[in-house]
């Protein structure tokens, strides 16, 4: 079946442009998450959803990022004002909680965010 | 002092040799542990979740030392595929959470 799709795959923004980073998850998946990979680390934990409720939200580096999920499925991450230093792969991945083996998250492709 | 830590390598090894990779991680009330494989400009993928007991997947075993909070992965008979970057995983769940947290990784090269 589908897996996560994330769009669009690339995104250049200039500094101080607002973005916005689509992610479709696995149909049926309850649990949405966000992580932010910068060049050379693992990924970093954002935020968390499950189905439209934000759960967790400890790991947003900033009041300029802002996530939703309104209907509980497609989520939109948000950059306000881009800096910088949110240049980064931008992943999404979703998971359906008990599912063997546990706590198994499916990654999307990622958005590779440049900021000029 | 991060949460995970690894060390990043490169390890560059020849096809068929044994290499082992190290973890370390900080919360003693971590419960699950994963292994995730990472290739060039791809998203993670599950390789094994680790269990107390050690488990092993072909070529591939995992353990876990619940007391060092230390948690290893052995590739035997290493094939030129198996280059990537492993992620060591700790789930950081609780009551409102079901994150996971990553490690730096650690990149294998596998040569001819």
């Known amino acids: 079946g589908a897996g996560v799709s994330q769009s669009p795959r690339y995104k250049v923004a200039k500094r101080g442009q607002d973005v916005a980073l689509r992610c479709d998850p696995i149909?049926?998946?309850?649990?949405l998450f966000w992580y932010q990979q910068a060049l050379g680390q693992g990924p970093e934990f954002l935020t968390y959803?499950?189905?439209?409720?934000?759960?967790?939200k400890s790991g947003l580096p900033s009041d300029r990022f802002f996530a939703e999920r309104p209907e509980g499925s497609v989520s939109t991450l948000k950059i306000q004002r881009t800096q910088q230093e949110d240049s980064a792969v931008y992943l999404c991945?979703?998971?359906?909680?008990?599912?063997?083996?546990?706590?198994?998250?499916?990654f999307g492709p990622g958005t590779r965010l440049t900021v000029t | 002092r991060k949460e995970v830590e690894q060390d990043p390598g490169p390890f560059n090894v020849p096809e068929g040799a044994t290499v082992a990779f190290n973890c370390t991680y900080s919360?003693?009330?971590?419960?699950?542990f994963f292994w995730y494989r990472q290739d060039c400009r791809k998203e993670p993928k599950l390789l094994m979740s680790?269990?107390?007991s050690g488990n092993e997947d072909g070529r591939f075993t995992a353990q876990l030392n619940r007391a060092s909070q230390y948690i290893s992965l052995l590739i035997r008979d290493s094939k030129l595929s198996d280059s990537a970057t492993y992620l060591c995983?700790?789930?950081?769940?609780?009551?409102?959470?079901?994150?996971?947290?990553f490690g730096t990784g650690t990149r294998l090269q596998v040569f001819p």
């Open positions: 959803f499950q189905n439209e409720a934000q759960l967790d």
């Open positions: 680790v269990y107390s």
């Open positions: 995983v700790v789930f950081g769940g609780s009551y409102n959470t079901d994150k996971l947290i």
């Open positions: 149909s049926g998946h309850v649990s």
């Open positions: 991945a979703s998971s359906y909680p008990g599912a063997a083996p546990s706590y198994e998250q499916y």
């Open positions: 919360n003693s009330a971590s419960q699950s």
